[in-house]
């Protein structure tokens, strides 16, 4: 019997390969209840600033399921909203009530009109007229999920390749044998990381330019803000998907091994980048953001593409992404250790 | 060269992996400008125990000097010329391109590089296929290619982990009177083999068995020690009687 010979030895290699077998069982249950989370959540309740507003329509917008926050002076009011503490402000101007939106996430959007237009309902009886006037502080109404998910797609798959090429290239200088063979030079440890990054980094910014180029010229994604920046960072989460990707190859012994890392570190960074709504998701969950690389490039790409801003409101990030890739490739030399003391 | 006459030693050397114990209380003195063979059959201990001479292993107990220099020692790998027992060659790249690469990683560049890659290629007579993808390379052209990058910086020690495998004899013998020529320029070449009548031409032989070292001297002294007519036999020997 040749064929239950063959899957003899399948299964005996699987039974070798301990990391193989877990990862075809328990990472799918992994990425499904991740999903299972993100898709089921809870219905998005919307944060609605009222400026002088009076309270029988902040009780009817609350019965609509909104959270109402009031306000006294508009300045303060305009300030939340622009660093989206509330999602919409609302106004009554006479008879007219005016709803400015932050308008960022369409998704979002869509919520605070659901309320809006229900509230408005218990209201329609006592006057025909009751018609909001909608505007919006980023983006508009024709804003569509791409505008919103550009930034995060461009983000996610730069880190995506960049992290498997760069890790399995890695890789493959150890199973070769070159790398044995060039610590066997007077070559030190951390000019071989660095060479690594320089050689990959001019790749990367070659890389950088012809997708934000691509994304924002060709397919037309939305994008107010310097282009410049948006360079900068996919640049810097390029380095420290490389960074990242080269590290985690030491502890791969093939390329399948490498491939198992993706759902385990580059999926969960996905799902936690925006490109679904944060709030439904339970707290425990939304804090390992902070420790994502993704996080921060996705995150100043949206202020940048999206909202206009500028290099304040990225500063953060951009040294946040800094730190992530300078931690790598120190965490990089110290891994190199094992296959060279000195 | 002269300034020690033993190049590299090895001084109660042992070298234990988790439980497993690889080289056992090795002592042992290469000597300058010969050439010695570390004989034994795979899974012996050679790998290990070459590795150790370059510094990239270091010992459990014992010191292994280079120069006179306690190992590892990163300076030291100047000194040494090294082919892996893996062809360590990019096959992407052509054969030039990869004798660049190792040239710069000794600091060789310019002029004198193009002139030691055109040295090197002719001496495992690779000088027509320089420009070819290593990919397109035999298994015996990627072993001289190897061999030909551990000659690049002229390094006054050489370390060449199974060097002839798969070689055609002819080709063989032609390296074999270069490395005695590089023995008489002041060249120590200590090198592994498990092929019995390639050990009779090394100056000296270690004999290695499961990680001990059996026996050193010349391949005529062990032979008549042992009373035996042939290397082989002669490592039947004490083998046996180590067991």
Redesign the interface.
């Known amino acids: 019997m040749k064929i239950s010979a063959i899957v003899i030895r399948i299964l005996r290699q699987f039974r070798r390969d301990k990391r193989t077998l877990a990862l075809m069982l328990i990472a799918p249950l992994f990425v499904l209840t991740l999903m299972n989370l993100v898709f089921n959540g809870k219905e998005y309740k919307p944060t609605l600033g009222l400026l002088s507003a009076p309270s029988v329509l902040s009780s009817s917008l609350q019965s609509e399921g909104a959270v109402t926050i009031n306000y006294e002076r508009e300045d303060l009011a305009e300030a939340a909203l622009s660093d989206r503490t509330i999602d919409a402000l609302i106004t009554i101007d006479g008879q007219v009530p005016k709803v400015k939106l932050e308008g960022s996430e369409p998704a979002v959007n869509r919520a605070v009109l659901q309320a809006v237009q229900k509230a408005a309902e218990h209201f329609s009886h006592q006057s025909a007229s009751f018609k909001p006037v909608i505007t919006y502080l980023h983006g508009s109404e024709n804003m569509t999920s791409i505008d919103q998910f550009g930034p995060i797609l461009i983000g996610f798959f730069i880190f995506f390749f960049v992290f498997l090429i760069a890790g399995v290239s890695f890789l493959r200088e150890r199973t070769?044998?070159?790398l044995?063979?060039?610590?066997?030079?007077?070559?030190?440890r951390y000019e071989i990381v660095l060479g690594y990054v320089g050689g990959f980094g001019i790749f990367t910014i070659i890389q950088a330019l012809l997708i934000s180029w691509f994304c924002t010229k060709v397919l037309g994604i939305m994008m107010v803000g310097s282009f410049g920046l948006v360079i900068l960072l996919t640049l810097l989460m390029s380095l420290s998907a490389l960074t990242l990707g080269t590290l985690i190859s030491a502890y791969a012994n093939n390329e399948l091994q490498m491939i198992q890392f993706v759902p385990l570190i580059i999926v969960p960074q996905l799902f936690l980048s925006g490109l679904f709504p944060m709030d439904t998701l339970p707290d425990w969950l939304r804090k390992l953001e902070v420790i994502m690389p993704l996080t921060y490039g996705t995150k100043g790409l949206s202020d940048v593409m999206i909202r206009g801003l500028g290099w304040n409101a990225i500063a953060l990030d951009v040294y946040v992404l800094t730190g992530f890739s300078a931690l790598f490739i120190l965490l990089n030399i110290i891994a190199l250790r094992k296959?060279?003391?000195? | 060269m002269s300034d020690f006459p033993d190049v590299v030693t090895a001084a109660g050397v042992s070298k234990r992996f988790g439980n497993k114990t690889v080289l056992e209380d090795i002592t042992l003195a290469i000597h300058s400008a010969e050439t010695f063979g570390l004989l034994g059959p795979s899974g012996s201990g050679k790998t290990t125990l070459v590795k150790l001479f370059?510094?990239?292993l270091?010992a459990t107990t014992g010191q292994v000097h280079v120069q006179g220099t306690l190992m590892?020692?990163?300076?030291m790998?100047?000194q040494?010329g090294?082919m892996?027992?893996?062809?360590?060659?990019?096959?992407e790249l052509s054969a030039k391109e990869n004798l660049e690469f190792?040239g710069a990683?000794?600091g060789l560049k310019g002029a004198s590089l193009r002139k030691r890659i055109m040295e090197v290629a002719e001496i495992v007579a690779l000088e027509k296929h320089l420009d070819k993808r290593v990919d397109q390379y035999s298994g015996g052209m990627k072993r001289r290619l190897s061999l030909a990058a551990a000659l690049l910086h002229q390094p006054p020690i050489l370390v060449l982990d199974e060097p002839t495998v798969g070689i055609d004899p002819l080709l063989r013998q032609a390296i074999w009177k270069e490395l005695k020529l590089l023995n008489e320029q002041g060249t120590t070449i200590l090198l592994t083999t498990h092929v019995m009548d390639e050990a009779e031409k090394c100056d000296r032989l270690g004999m290695i068995r499961e990680g001990r070292l059996l026996a050193v001297d010349t391949p005529g002294e062990l032979i008549s020690k042992t009373g035996t007519d042939s290397i082989e036999e002669a490592f039947v020997y004490y083998g046996g009687h180590q067991a």
């Open positions: 070769t044998g070159t044995e063979r060039l610590l066997a030079t007077p070559l030190k296959y060279r003391k000195i | 370059t510094g990239t270091q590892p020692k990163l300076s790998l100047n040494i090294y892996a027992q893996s062809d360590a060659l990019y096959t190792f990683l000794y």
